[in-house]
């Protein structure tokens, strides 16, 4: 599994330099921002990132 940085909005949220992200590990990308929604209950996640180490 890899770690993936993902950036999230809560709803009315404005994309900002200081936008909230979550990191985790999952298999991929997509599987990343699905569990990043589930756990934030964010309205949207805006980027995944996947990160070294």
Do not use: N, W
């Not at 993902?6 to 699905?34: N, R, V, W």
Request: overall charge positive.
């Amino acid at each position: 599994m890899s770690s993936y940085r993902c950036y999230y909005l809560m709803k009315g949220d404005e994309p900002s330099p200081l936008t909230p992200f979550i990191q985790l590990k999952a298999i991929h990308a997509i599987y990343a921002a699905h569990l990043a929604m589930r756990l934030t209950g964010c309205a949207r996640v805006i980027d995944v990132i996947r990160v070294q180490g």
